[in-house]
């Protein structure tokens, strides 16, 4: 499994947008980038997911470039309930049931009023 | 619809006694992994189960197990607790391949936090 590497901690201001980026370097043909939100005490949320250039749904955007090695998490307009722990995982799918992931430490983002 | 459950939500347990964790997947999903969270690291994989048979086994000694049910519950034990077997143990569920191209999309129920004192 490709591994990741994301930055430990950012802080930010209310308002503002975040750009999270990831590297992985090793990530293979099939594998998919995907990222999760974790609030202290409960399990990772679903963010977002893509496989090349930009994804975009209602609360984030994914930039992958051309060679895949890095995505950028995108945070519009930041608010104080943004503050969390941000994991970005690759995996792709194995037969029938996907790969695990393999969790780094996360990206702990502070957002300052 | 409902998400993933698990239950219970939080448990207390001495060392040495055993444990046994639910996890009931989003409806229609056949895979359930189980991860454990220790406090301040990311989820680490422990088990991984499709259609009632293992899938996938994490680095963790043999006091783990898991099984899945027929209707795609899952149970997680733990035999013999540890001090460092507190944890936050999440369940992910996700559909397979079901519609083609389901992304390994995995969805986490809120976990259940274990203390072991």
């Known amino acids: 499994l490709a591994k990741t590497t994301q930055p430990i901690s950012m802080d930010s201001y209310e308002g503002q947008e975040v750009n999270i980026t990831c590297s992985h370097n090793?990530?293979?043909?099939?594998?998919?980038i995907t990222w999760y939100q974790q609030f202290p005490s409960q399990g990772p949320r679903f963010i977002i997911q893509g496989y090349k250039t930009k994804v975009t749904n209602e609360v984030a955007s994914l930039f992958i470039p051309a060679d895949r090695k890095s995505s950028t998490l995108s945070l519009p307009r930041v608010s104080l309930s943004d503050t969390a722990v941000y994991y970005c995982l690759v995996g792709g799918l194995r037969d029938n049931y996907g790969q695990n992931f393999v969790f780094g430490p996360g990206t702990r983002l502070s957002v300052l009023p | 619809d409902a998400g993933v459950t698990q239950s219970p939500t939080h448990l207390i347990k001495t060392r040495g006694q055993h444990v046994t964790l639910r996890c009931s997947p989003i409806s229609g999903h056949k895979s359930v992994s189980w991860y454990q969270q220790v406090l301040g690291q990311g989820p680490q994989f422990i088990f991984q189960?499709?259609?009632?048979?293992?899938?996938g086994r994490g680095n963790f000694p043999d006091r783990f197990s898991a099984r899945q049910f027929p209707n795609y519950s899952s149970e997680l034990n733990v035999n013999a607790l540890l001090l460092g077997d507190s944890a936050l143990y999440l369940c992910?569920?996700?559909?397979?391949?079901?519609?083609?191209?389901?992304?390994?999309?995995?969805?986490f129920g809120a976990g259940t936090r274990l203390s072991v004192l």
């Open positions: 189960y499709y259609e009632k048979e293992e899938r």
């Open positions: 992910a569920s996700r559909s397979g391949l079901a519609g083609g191209r389901a992304k390994n999309i995995q969805y």
């Open positions: 090793n990530i293979a043909t099939n594998d998919y």
